[in-house]
């Protein structure tokens, strides 16, 4: 994967944990020369840059002309003001979970893409996720999905709620899995460190008549992350963290079993014991490979820049999981404690 013009120049705008993290993989890849990366916090950018072997800025302005894509991993709220200089010039964008703060201003990211035809892909990782890639790989028909995502308080995120900070991940893949216009959604939550959500319990109801069940906290003694995803013919379950999962399918004897149980409810006298669990499903684990997120989310990102196709998660993706948290969000605000 290299571009035309060779090693396709990249920068990274944000030095915090995320934007560290982005700039160590575009470092080892070989697509790709990172060039520099950018922070208001001078030390943070020379540290990182010292790091990964790139010229470090304070204005990221200054990576205009030399770059053809970049990493934006700055604070929300300033995801706007950061790449709309770079889409307006052409320059490919990847831009961190969630897309914007508010729908409005996912909605001028989504414009000013369009405006200039240039790539938008949105940080949703855990799309990356290798469980959760096999899980679409199965081409499910979900009819209920359950979604659990809790922790201990990180003291990261703190400035929004638990919808936008940890949901967002989960909303992005109920979306995609569920494929059908939202109708209906009820939300209860609750606030104790500060103004916003901490916990919250979301019943997302779409128009194919899927129904989606989503809890995250972050205020959990320990954490858990976990999907589950029902269908007509079984259940497919993705352990997040461990990147493991299991496909539940029908059994080879479940007509028998059926069978069986009719006559009992019949009144007929029938001997159930040669029957065995796995005949009335069959498990099997979900086949994934072992690659990183993060390197997987990124060499995506660069395949979409150079290729000119679509992005697995675009910014339409990014603003539909930001309009669904915020709808999310309306619904508990009444009962916010």
């Known amino acids: 994967m290299t571009s035309k013009m060779g090693v396709l120049p990249v920068g990274v705008i944000g030095c915090g944990r995320m934007g560290r993290l982005h700039a160590r993989v575009l470092s080892q890849m070989p697509a790709v020369k990172l060039i520099g990366v950018a ?28 770059v053809k894509a970049v990493t934006i991993a700055v604070p929300t709220q300033f995801h706007v003001c950061s790449s709309e200089p770079f889409l307006r010039a052409g320059i490919a964008c990847l831009i961190e979970k969630p897309l914007a703060k508010d729908v409005g201003e996912c909605r001028r990211i989504v414009e000013l893409a369009r405006a200039s035809n240039t790539t938008v892909q949105v940080g949703h990782i855990e799309r990356f996720n290798p469980a959760v890639r096999a899980l679409f790989a199965l081409d499910l028909n979900p009819t209920f999905i359950e ?55 979301a019943r997302v109801t779409f128009a194919n008549g899927c129904v989606a069940n989503i809890t995250a906290s972050r205020l959990a003694a320990g954490s858990e ?25 029908r059994g080879e004897r479940l007509d028998v079993i059926r069978e069986a149980i009719a006559k009992v409810r019949a009144g007929e006298s029938v001997d159930l014991s040669g029957l065995k669990p796995e005949d009335l499903m069959k498990v099997e684990p979900l086949k994934v490979d072992d690659q990183d997120q993060l390197r ?15 992005p697995l998660v675009t910014a339409e993706d990014g603003a539909a999981a930001v309009d669904l948290a915020t709808q999310i969000v309306h619904a508990i605000r009444p009962q916010t404690l």
């Open 225 to 249: 992350r976990r999907l589950r995803v029902f269908s007509g013919n079984g259940f497919a379950s993705v352990d997040y963290a461990t990147k493991r999962g299991a496909v539940i399918r």
């Open 296 to 310: 997987a989310e990124q060499e995506s990102f660069i395949d979409a820049v150079i290729t000119g196709s679509r």
């Open 147 to 201: 979604v659990v995502r809790v922790s201990p308080m990180t003291f990261r995120s703190i400035d929004v709620g638990v919808v936008l900070d940890m949901m967002i991940h989960d909303l992005d893949i109920v979306l995609k899995l569920a494929n059908s216009p939202v109708t209906r959604v009820e939300a209860v939550g609750g606030s104790v460190v500060g103004t916003v959500e901490d916990v919250c319990n």
């Open 39 to 66: 922070d208001a916090n001078p030390q943070s950018a020379e540290e990182a840059a010292k790091l990964y072997g790139c010229e470090a800025f304070t204005d990221p302005l200054k990576l205009l002309p030399r």
